[in-house]
């Protein structure tokens, strides 16, 4: 199969309701392991901190959460909906501390610095990481933490191959995140990316995820209308409605553990000269 990457940085997923829903119920899986690198990272109590693709805040959430009422966050993010939304799940919580700014992170802005820079599934989607990382670090005051968590599919489609269904869901999406300019191995070049940005070789660590049934599903769903839009038939998995199902039937009868991406954690220190 030949893949054609697409010159722009577009969302493959789109900004349907559904796709401010999605990363709400992808949150509940991930939430800990997120919080786990963060602390790890050195996110604490006080720090301003950026949050690079905000999304509906789920990150920013994590990130509000260890900085506390002293602290500050602020998510960048280009979708003006997610931004509403984001903003109107933190004013629920009480958040006060947390603010979305409708940024494209390829133009960021320098501003005050910031003790830390975070992201989760950002530069994923992103044109030229590098670029960005080399932004994020002159945002970042010298000794602040700059710290990313991506996925990486290669252990996934491995686990999808004995699985009809799962091995054909794994083939679309990796053919329209592909065509959409997406990277689904962001996670494995993470390391080479910081070094290429001109930051010190980070710590790493990856978590092998569980638990999340719905995600192939949900996912098939967001890509949908992109795919349509660049003629990729999603025929191979049938009806999309009963998709979730389905994958959970074919797992449970091979008696296997839902397959799911890895999620690789980078972090480094921004030296101090
Ligand atoms: C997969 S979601 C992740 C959201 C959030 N970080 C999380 O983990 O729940 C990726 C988000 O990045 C945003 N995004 C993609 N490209 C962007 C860009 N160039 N600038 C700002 N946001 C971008 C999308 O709109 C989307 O909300």
């Not at 506390?68 to 629920?92: K, L, Y």
């Not at 592909?178 to 993470?190: D, I, K, P, Q, V």
């Not at 999340?212 to 967001?222: F, G, N, Y």
Request: hydrophobic share 45%; proline share 6%.
């Amino acid at each position: 199969m030949t893949f054609r990457p697409s010159n722009s940085n577009e969302y493959a997923l789109g900004s349907a309701e559904a796709e401010q829903e999605r990363p709400i119920r992808q949150a509940a899986w991930l939430t800990a392991h997120t919080e786990r690198f963060f602390r790890r990272a050195g996110i604490r109590t006080g720090q301003r901190v950026l949050d690079l693709g905000s999304g509906v805040g789920d990150v920013s959430l994590i990130a509000a959460g260890l900085v506390g009422p002293s602290g500050e966050v602020v998510g960048a993010e280009r979708d003006t909906q997610a931004v509403a939304r984001a903003t109107a799940r933190m004013h629920d919580l009480g958040l006060k501390q947390v603010r979305f700014t409708k940024t494209d992170v390829a133009d960021l802005s320098t501003e005050k610095p910031f003790d830390a820079a975070v992201g989760r599934y950002i530069l994923m989607f992103l044109r030229d990481p590098v670029a960005v990382l080399r932004d994020v670090a002159r945002n970042v005051k010298p000794g602040g933490v700059i710290a990313f968590q991506e996925p990486c599919w290669k252990s996934f489609l491995q686990a999808c191959e004995p699985l009809p269904l799962w091995r054909a869901g794994a083939a679309l999406m990796v053919e329209t995140f592909h065509r959409t300019g997406t990277n689904t191995r962001m996670g494995a070049e993470l390391s080479s990316a910081f070094l290429s940005a001109g930051l010190p070789e980070p710590e790493t660590q990856t978590d092998t995820l569980v638990g999340a049934e719905r995600w192939m599903a949900d996912v098939l769903q967001s890509l949908a209308p992109r795919a349509q839009a660049l003629e990729i038939s999603f025929s191979a998995v049938g009806d999309l409605s009963t998709l979730y199902p389905r994958l959970v039937e074919e797992a449970a009868f091979r008696r296997v553990a839902a397959p799911l991406p890895a999620m690789v954690g980078a972090w480094v220190q921004k030296p101090a000269t």
